[in-house]
């Protein structure tokens, strides 16, 4: 009984052996003829062999959800392809690419771009966030009459537009604010300051009040304005039509409005407690442009007013509190 069982497992130790001799035998064969590979069928129909389905597949997905990360935001693609192992002859080569195009074709691009708006109307289209975020910018930096409308918006669209250069859509958006003259009335009063300079420009009083300090030479130096002292909050008017050039906090100034007139005359409202107007703004003689206060190089609430001509300081009370 003990020799059987002997000679049994002898013969079965010969079968395994045998069997595991011709397995191999067969793999050394299938590894050096065959090719393991996948092939790729979309909607029933073959369109290639890949080796490695996994990064076929995330190469599409991506593709799905990012596009190109150029003009193509992303793309709808209906049905994916299917892969199948299958043992190829050595030789037969992938088409990765032929099977990425193919599958990406069947689907819907969506292209990104940006539509720069007068308004809400369209009127040019660029390519990046950059480039709208140029053109907004430098319409406003130029004061463009219009550049309070200007805006852009991201858009994708299943077809794409032509595009603009930025300093074309610029050049072509540029509106130039109109120029304001100062107003000359008949009875225009001609006096000449420091330096004999007559002015020519038609003037009302910003505000009523008590002046405080006059224009010229004291003991801090030169004064180069009229301060009129008056309750805070006092609506201030400006002297005469024109274009605020600057609106805004200026050192011993405080809140300051600067208005230009034409001609290279300028009025300067200063310590403001609070400015009711901005840099580019037109207004008419009159307008209430801020209110009285006492900020920057101030002791109470007062307007310090200036006239200047091509940036000389003259005497207001050649024009105004005489």
């Keep these: 009984m003990f020799k059987k069982i002997i000679v049994f497992l002898r013969t079965w130790t010969k079968l395994i052996t045998l069997l595991l001799v011709a397995i191999a035998i067969i793999c050394f064969i299938v590894f050096f003829v065959y090719n393991p590979m996948y092939s790729v069928t979309l ?8 080796e490695d389905k996994r990064d076929m597949q ?9 596009g190109d990360n150029k003009t193509i935001a992303f793309v709808d693609i209906d049905t994916l392809p299917e892969y199948k192992l299958c043992l190829l002859q050595k030789g037969i080569e992938s088409n990765d690419d032929e099977i990425f195009e193919t599958v990406i074709n069947t689907g819907v ?22 480039e709208a975020e140029r053109v907004v910018t430098e319409l406003k930096d130029k004061n463009s009459m219009n550049k309070d409308d200007i805006s852009y918006l991201l858009k994708y669209e299943t077809e ?3 595009f603009t250069g930025t300093e074309e859509a610029v050049a072509n958006l540029y509106v130039e604010k109109p120029v304001v003259k100062a107003n000359r009335a008949v009875n225009t009063k001609k006096t000449v300051d420091y330096n004999n300079t007559p002015l020519e ?16 030479n004291r003991s801090r130096g030169l ?41 290279g005359i300028e009025t300067y409202y200063a310590h403001c407690r609070s400015i009711y107007v901005n840099a580019g703004d037109s207004v008419s003689q009159g307008t209430v442009i801020a209110g009285v206060g006492t900020t920057g190089n101030s002791t109470g609430n007062h307007l310090h007013l200036e006239i200047r001509v091509n940036g000389v300081a003259k005497n207001p009370q050649n024009y105004l509190y005489n």
């Design 223 to 263: 004064h180069t304005g009229l301060d009129i002292a008056t309750s805070g909050g006092t609506p201030i008017k400006v002297a005469a039509t024109g274009v605020v050039t600057y609106a805004g906090y200026k050192g011993s100034y405080g809140n300051l409005v600067v208005v230009s007139h034409g001609n």
């Design 160 to 162: 794409t537009k032509e």
């Design 43 to 50: 909607n029933g129909k073959f369109i290639g062999y890949t």
């Design 109 to 130: 691009p969506y292209y990104k771009y940006y539509a720069i708006l007068n308004g809400s109307e369209e009127k040019y289209y660029v390519q990046t966030y950059e």
């Design 201 to 216: 420009l038609a003037l009302i009083k910003p505000i009523e009040g008590i002046i405080t300090s006059r224009f010229g």
């Design 58 to 66: 995330d190469k599409i997905d991506e593709y799905q959800k990012s």
